[in-house]
């Protein structure tokens, strides 16, 4: 146990002072194993979950996924499938690490103009990976002290402070390690990631622009101040000798920029601008555009949301059916709008629209999520049930929908069932006393001796849990 928490903790530093950058070449052996960059990598998500929001929206991952898997597809049979995920932070960033986990800020999206740019920052991750750069660091990475590494990990991966922060934690923990080399982000590791990176992009379709369009929008973020530069700046070194590699490679190696699934990526950009940035800002911003050009439908499917994150959601409505004018069958947007209507308590309206959905993109978690919670507030009991089942069957990640199938059970005086579920999200959210209470009543009211054996292993998991001033 010692041995993996040293593990973790050296992960951390490599995953989110974005250790691609290491001094062998792929393949060579060093390399931690695979299993090992497996479980290590499923350690840092939770790290991760427990520090920031990841966004789940599937208009947004299903994209980004979609993107993603479509340049993996190139590489020669990887040995995981890789998995992608945007951080709700403003900061300008993306990562990668091991086994495949590649994490893009939504700031640094929101930045992005078309699909070659989202395409380029992913085929730099991807490449770091498939060189093994990250595992070959953390093998060579396991002599440094727990105590340093600490330090370093804290300051660089939870952006403490800020990059100026971030990167004086890196240079005071190498200097008192004594291993400057291990932080060594050299020109020819990134060089390297950029050449397999083109590559992986050329195959996957794409001309490779959007890298170095991109890397000149992070650039410009430098401004006067060392607390505004950019993580992506602090951790991915000789941006100036990038430009001019990535410059000189396309000039030699012309190919039209492809603009990709157009569509899909403006109704994903759309929907995290409207979201996931400064309320004030996005609602005049697309304010302005739906008042310069009233017949762009993304300009009103942004408006729309917009209103209805700030609470108006009849003019919301209106601005999203204006949108579905022309993309009538887009089950994003009528999703929203099915979102929307159940908000404002129309729910007959709502249960037609998420109907659609359903029959459209069955598995689509918000439409399931929504859905049954209309269905409950129409009291169709039984109805919400099947459909947050299903949810959760799906997505058991999906924590929100275990309290309402709890609700929808307490509604039909299951209470073995209700008091359940609703045992489970508690848990899940860290209410442990909640929890207990609920768990206990469960134990209580059902007859299953297997239910009982799996909500007493639960509640024996809950005791060891470390309470505060316990």
Same mark, same amino acid.
């Given at each position: 146990?010692?041995?993996m928490?040293?593990?973790?903790?050296?992960? #951390?530093?490599?995953?989110?002072a974005?250790?691609?950058?290491?001094?062998?070449?792929?393949?060579?052996?060093g390399?931690?194993?695979i299993?090992?960059?497996?479980?290590?990598?499923?350690?840092?998500?939770?790290?991760?979950?427990?520090r920031?929001?990841?966004?789940?929206?599937?208009?947004?991952?299903?994209y980004?996924?979609?993107?993603?898997?479509?340049?993996?597809?190139?590489?020669?049979t990887?040995?995981?499938?890789?998995?992608f995920?945007?951080?709700? !932070?403003?900061?300008?960033?993306?990562f990668?690490?091991?086994?495949?986990?590649?994490?893009?800020?939504?700031?640094?999206?929101?930045?992005?103009?078309?699909?070659?740019?989202?395409?380029?920052?992913?085929?730099?991750?991807?490449?770091?990976?498939?060189?093994?750069?990250?595992?070959?660091?953390?093998e060579?990475?396991?002599?440094v002290?727990?105590?340093?590494?600490?330090?370093?990990?804290?300051?660089?991966?939870?952006?403490?402070?800020?990059?100026?922060?971030?990167?004086?934690?890196?240079t005071?923990?190498s200097?008192?390690?004594?291993?400057?080399?291990?932080?060594?982000?050299?020109?020819?590791?990134?060089?390297?990631?950029d050449?397999?990176? #083109?590559k992986?992009?050329?195959?996957?379709?794409?001309?490779?622009?959007?890298?170095?369009?991109?890397?000149?929008?992070?650039?410009s973020?430098?401004?006067?101040?060392?607390?505004?530069?950019?993580t992506?700046?602090?951790?991915?070194?000789?941006?100036?000798?990038?430009?001019s590699?990535?410059?000189?490679?396309?000039?030699?190696?012309?190919?039209?920029?492809?603009?990709?699934?157009?569509? !899909?990526?403006?109704?994903?950009?759309?929907?995290?601008?409207?979201?996931?940035?400064?309320?004030?800002?996005?609602f005049?911003?697309? !304010?302005?555009?739906?008042?310069?050009?009233?017949?762009d439908?993304?300009?009103?499917?942004?408006?729309g949301?917009?209103?209805?994150?700030?609470?108006?959601?009849?003019?919301?409505?209106?601005?999203?059916?204006?949108a579905?004018?022309?993309?009538?069958?887009?089950?994003?947007? $009528?999703?929203?709008?099915?979102?929307?209507?159940?908000?404002?308590?129309?729910?007959?309206?709502?249960?037609?629209?998420?109907?659609?959905?359903?029959?459209?993109?069955?598995?689509?978690?918000?439409?399931?999520?929504?859905?049954?919670?209309?269905?409950?507030?129409?009291?169709?009991?039984?109805?919400?049930?099947?459909?947050?089942?299903?949810?959760i069957?799906?997505?058991?990640?999906?924590?929100?929908?275990?309290?309402?199938?709890g609700?929808?059970?307490?509604?039909q005086?299951k #209470?073995?069932?209700?008091?359940?579920?609703?045992?489970?999200?508690?848990?899940?959210?860290?209410?442990?006393?909640?929890?207990v209470?609920? #768990?206990?009543?469960?134990?209580?009211?059902?007859?299953?001796?297997?239910?009982k054996?799996e909500i !007493?292993?639960? $509640?024996?998991?809950?005791?060891?849990?470390?309470?505060?001033?316990?």
């Open positions: 146990m010692k041995k928490k040293n593990k973790i903790v050296i992960v #951390l530093l490599c995953a989110a974005f250790i691609t950058n290491a001094l062998v070449t792929p393949g060579k052996a390399a931690i194993t299993k090992e960059e497996e479980e290590l990598s499923r350690e840092i998500l939770q790290v991760i979950m427990s920031y929001e990841l966004i789940q929206d599937p208009v947004i991952v299903d980004i996924d979609r993107i993603g898997q479509k340049i993996v597809s190139t590489l020669p990887p040995p995981f499938r890789y998995r995920y945007v951080v709700k !932070e403003d900061v300008y960033n993306a990668a690490t091991p086994a495949g986990h590649i994490y893009i800020n939504s700031g640094l999206l929101a930045a992005m103009e078309n699909e070659e740019e989202l395409a380029g920052i992913l085929g730099h991750e991807i490449s770091h990976v498939a060189a093994r750069h990250i595992s070959q660091k953390i060579r990475s396991k002599k002290q727990l105590a340093t590494l600490a330090g370093v990990a804290a300051g660089v991966f939870l952006g403490i402070g800020g990059a100026a922060t971030a990167s004086s934690a890196v005071m923990g200097m008192a390690a004594g291993q400057s080399v291990m932080l060594a982000y050299s020109r020819e590791d990134e060089r390297q990631a050449q397999m990176g #083109l992986y992009l050329r195959e996957a379709g794409y001309s490779g622009i959007g890298l170095i369009t991109l890397l000149e929008k992070i650039r973020r430098q401004w006067f101040s060392s607390s505004d530069i950019p992506y700046l602090t951790t991915h070194p000789a941006s100036e000798d990038r430009l590699f990535v410059d000189s490679w396309l000039a030699q190696n012309p190919k039209a920029e492809n603009k990709g699934e157009v569509y !899909e990526f403006e109704r994903a950009h759309t929907f995290l601008v409207a979201n996931y940035t400064d309320k004030d800002l996005s005049k911003h697309f !304010e302005k555009a739906v008042r310069d050009n009233p017949a439908a993304m300009a009103h499917y942004g408006f949301l917009a209103l209805s994150r700030a609470g108006d959601r009849q003019k919301a409505a209106e601005h999203l059916k204006a579905l004018e022309g993309n009538a069958f887009d089950p994003y947007m $009528l999703k929203d709008l099915g979102k929307i209507y159940f908000l404002d308590g129309r729910y007959d309206q709502a249960l037609k629209i998420l109907n659609n959905v359903i029959l459209i993109r069955p598995d689509d978690s918000d439409a399931l999520y929504y859905l049954g919670r209309t269905q409950m507030e129409s009291g169709r009991f039984e109805a919400a049930v099947g459909s947050l089942e299903k949810l069957k799906k997505y058991p990640g999906y924590t929100p929908a275990f309290y309402s199938l609700e929808a059970y307490g509604k005086k #209470l073995a069932e209700a008091h359940y579920y609703l045992g489970i999200y508690y848990r899940k959210t860290g209410k442990f006393d909640s929890a209470f609920h #768990l206990k009543r469960a134990l209580k009211e059902t007859d299953e001796p297997e239910k054996r !007493e292993e639960m $509640l024996n998991q809950i005791q060891k849990i470390p309470r505060p001033n316990s």
